[in-house]
């Protein structure tokens, strides 16, 4: 049996651009790409907390140490600048891999500047 796994996520990422005449896709700083492991072109599922708004697209990359985070094409209908989201890419595992597999969650603040990195979410308490 295979599970489909939260694999990537970069928690509370600030938009800083919506691009809507340009090619398609999620343009996201080099560094919290190689952070998160999420790789270009792989299909990411934004969350914007701004405005409640789910959609899948593609990573693609922006300037390392940029801070960018930009909603390019017809996605840049659902998130503007400012907008807090949450960006994920999850992985298909089997039993085997399972075992010692542990997600890449990076954690952001307004400015996008890393504030913590955490391979698991802490328990939701009552």
């Known amino acids: 049996m295979q599970l489909t796994m939260l694999k990537a996520k970069l928690h509370r990422a600030c938009v800083t651009h919506a691009e809507l005449d340009y090619e398609g896709s999620c343009a996201i700083d080099s560094q919290l790409l190689d952070l998160s492991g999420i790789r270009e072109y792989e299909q990411i599922h934004i969350y914007n907390v701004t ?3 789910r959609f899948i697209t593609y990573a693609i990359r922006a300037e390392a140490n940029s801070r960018v985070v930009s909603v390019n094409g017809a996605a840049a209908h659902k998130a503007q600048p400012g907008d807090r989201l949450i960006i ?3 992985a298909q595992l089997d039993q085997q891999e399972l075992a010692r597999f542990k997600p890449q969650l990076v954690y952001l603040d307004e400015h996008n500047e890393i504030i913590g990195q955490r391979n698991q979410i ?3 308490v009552a």
Do not use: A
């Open 122 to 124: 802490p328990v939701q």
């Open 88 to 90: 994920c890419s999850y």
């Open 51 to 53: 405005n409640g708004e």
